[in-house]
């Protein structure tokens, strides 16, 4: 029972307490979790904590109890509202542009610049966008289109060309199957 009888008397410095409050729990009587608070700070300068032993325990009567200095706490300032964007709507906007691009920026689009939700900004002021077409060009030409091949020919319906093709598959196999047997494989 020796080890519970240490009180802030027995320390300089409140942080020595501190160190030994795991030791000693009556060194922080208010349950704050900071030990003997009456005591000063040890002074700045690279010092370190001095370790505690434990002393033999005392034949006298331990001294009576320290008295508990109440501890006043300031409230919490309250959190500053966060800091929220003008609202803006599309007669904000001097140009289409303008509104697209905010619409870009914010596609969750909090200001709501895309009622329609067709990724088109402020159609009900600057109008509905243009209809794309699928088109590349405007001018489309009617009737087939000239091939550059050789008209003058007769029987080039394609069955030629599938017999010369048949004729060169033909004769590379010919080729390989000649490397192969040279080479052994």
Known sequence: MGLLNKTCSDFTYQEDAQAAVGLYPDLDRDKDGR????????????STTTPVTPEPEPTTTSPSPEPVTPVTTQPAAPAAAPVKAADKDCADYSTQAA??????????????????????????????????TSQQVKVHPSGGVATGGDEGVSGTDGAGYALGGLLLAGAGAVLVAGRRARSGN
């Not at 691009?101 to 600057?126: G, R, V, W």
């Open 99 to 132: 509104a697209q691009a905010a619409l870009l920026d914010d596609p969750s689009d909090p200001n709501n610049l895309d009622a329609d939700n067709d990724q088109f900004a402020c159609e009900s002021k600057f109008g509905a966008p243009a209809k794309k």
């Open 35 to 46: 030990a003997c608070e009456s005591l000063p700070s040890r002074p700045t300068g690279g």
